[in-house]
């Protein structure tokens, strides 16, 4: 996985990412047209829209939790490349359904 626009870029430009998780509350267009243009033109890369950047660091880990379990501390992503899912798994095929893949 690669977190920031800076590392999703190389990975979209290497062929590594499989799929995009963005913010939908992005507000640089230069950015979103950015991701979105090497999205489609390496590989027709699909990317997942969410709500808000404290909304995906909170799915993939980055936000601090106390012992309890409750968030801390919310840290910001606006975007995230998965470069390997792994093995077939059902959240795979449920993520790759709802995009309208394989």
Same mark, same amino acid.
């Given at each position: ?9 190389? *990975? ?7 799929? =995009? /998780?963005? +913010? ?8 979103? %047209?950015? =991701?979105? &243009?090497?999205? *489609? ?13 404290? %909304? /995906? +660091? %909170? ?6 939790? %106390? ?12 975007? /995230? *490349? ?8 059902? &959240?795979?095929?449920?993520?790759? +359904?709802?995009? &309208?893949?394989?």
């Amino acid at each position: 996985m690669k977190v920031g626009l800076r590392q999703v870029t190389k *990975s979209l430009i290497g062929g590594r990412s499989k799929l =995009i /998780i963005m +913010s939908s509350a992005i507000n640089n267009k230069t950015m979103k %047209d950015l =991701i979105e &243009g090497l999205a *489609s033109q390496y590989n027709n890369v699909p990317i997942y829209k969410v709500g808000s950047h404290e %909304d /995906i +660091s %909170d799915y993939i880990g980055l936000s601090k939790k %106390d012992e309890t379990g409750k968030i801390k501390k919310r840290m910001k992503c606006a975007v /995230i *490349s998965i470069d390997d899912f792994g093995e077939q798994t059902q &959240g795979k095929r449920i993520i790759f +359904s709802k995009l &309208g893949r394989e």
